[in-house]
């Protein structure tokens, strides 16, 4: 589904990935671990378009289609989809004619026809309560307000209706109490298919116990230094990334 | 006096010479003190610091006539598309002429409507006393040319402690007919004490290209504890010019809540005047205005806390696309007795293109020492991670751009209580939106 090869990318000059590859396919769970400051946001970024990196190098294919030679939009229209750290306010935006209008789009792209008005309220409602989304939060403006749990409710929420092929998470573990948590890899799980991949960006191991990964790399100064199964990230836990790091240095 | 100037004297003391006497000496003299006045004021120019970011220059090139039109027709299906709610009574102005065969009034007890003219062929000394008893015979030039040859108008009265539920609407069509001309059209709304209205006022082009300046004074007086809903929306030709002065009087536990947008004309002005004249009274004036190629749209707030216990907030906001200029001008004046007073004003701005431009200037102005007051002011950019964000849900640049300008003016359409107003609006918002193109 997706091969990353010899990605190389900058901003401002400094290079912050210095040779990515790595090769997911459908049905498979990616997670890309790594100390602050390793590329992990950089790359997932990178994937889904974000503008201010310069590729330098490599190439990244996405179901054999140069991925990195689309618009944003036109990746979310061939299903790939960015969780973010770190959800955008948007005032005055309601919650649900963004979902709508996501979904319409999305759809278009496809040559499918718009969801009805009927149908749509039916799943948002059902996806929500899956999430524990409050409903209330849907009548209001995208992420306005909402605590740092709800907005990464609310991505999985978009997640949910929009039903990607390559689901990325950007650390959305980060700032999340153990229930959000639980509540949020339980919604990501459901999603989980065989025609359905995920890269789960995320610092710590803690959300690797709900969402099990079949594979785990672990980034450090811009390159992948270790690849390995899920144990791999029970020892990091135990042993630091100290520990690799110094490996690698040797 | 420039010659443009002295034209339109030529004209006024014709149009006043022309009348008859019936309107009664009060409202001659008014006339042609205004007219006196005119000759000393000219029109305004960028001296004045009121005037400083408004050229009149484009307005005064088109060479526009003063004319005593009489007649205008419409035919009722010509209004039909844009109606929206109930009314309890609704004046139609084609061109500034008061149509009774498209107007409507419910009859309901307490609510007097007619129009000003009628009142001038009348002599009516009750109605004809009041034109001016707010704004006066005219503070620029072209106020003091309206009172000098003003034609039409809608007199609006509503007894002590009468509620009036549903909308009354001022409906102002301006056709092809009026092209080339100014029009001159003043507005009197009195609200007894208790009374409590909706007033919607609506300005329409029905030819997108006719060229024609509407040049209006509006004088509203709400009495002890009454209550004015005031919605106004002005969609004038993309190549008209439209002056509203709007003056408002608000006594002892009054409450306005009034909402602007300004969306058409090639040049637009409003002007508010809002004076507290009895204590624990409410003022809340918001707005937003679009202004593309082509188009100057500006607003001025002069809201005068004279007594203590008032409250008043204010919050504009506009988007400049394309070499659209804006200019926003609010000064709150706090004044010494005005103890215990509460102002609050805001303006914000998103710029949509490098052309654009807006001057703004909130100011307080505040010689009490017991009050509550604050002013903000933002000129801003689309924001990029914002557009990242909703790209990456699928939704193309002009798409996410349209979806952030609409949630930027949200806050401000969603104070107009009609629906269908609310409605239009955005669906006009958007329109607007969908032929700007440049970033």
Redesign the interface.
Known sequence: MLSIKNLCASVDGKAILNGINLEVKADEVHAIMGPNGSGKSTLAHILSGRGGYTVSDGEVHYFGQNLLDLETEERAHKGVFLAMQYPVELPGVNNMTFLRESMNAIRKARGEAEIDAVSFMKRVRHRAKQVKLDEKLLKRSVNAGFSGGEKKRNEILQMMMLEPQLAILDETDSGLDIDALRTIADGVNLLRSPDRALIVVTHYQRLLDYIEPDFVHVLASGRIIRSGGKELALELEEKGYEWLLEGAAA | MNACASVFQQAATEYIDRLSNCEGEWLTEQRQAATQRFAELGFPHAGLEAWRYTSIEGLLQQDFKITHRTQAFLHHEMIQQFLGEPVAARLVFVDGIYQPNLSVHTGQTGLSVGSLHAAMAAGDRSVLRGVGSLSGIGDHGFAALNMATLQDGAVIQVSTGVAIRQPIELLHMATKGLSGQVQHTRHRVVLEAGASVNLVERYLSLDSESNYFNNMVCEISLGEGASLVHQRAQEESLTAYHLCDVHLDIQGDAHYQGVNAALGGAWSRTTFHARFVGEGANCELDGLYLAGEGQLTDFHLNVDHSVAHCESRENFKGILYGAGKAVFDGLIHVREQAQKSQAHLYNANLMLSRRAEVDTKPQLVILADDVKCSHGTTVGQL????L??????????D?AKR??C??????IVDRFQSEYLRDHLREEIVKRMSYERQV
């Open positions: 924001d990029d991670q914002a990242f964000y909703l790209r990456s849900r699928g939704l193309d640049k798409q979806l952030l609409l949630g930027f003016t949200n806050e």
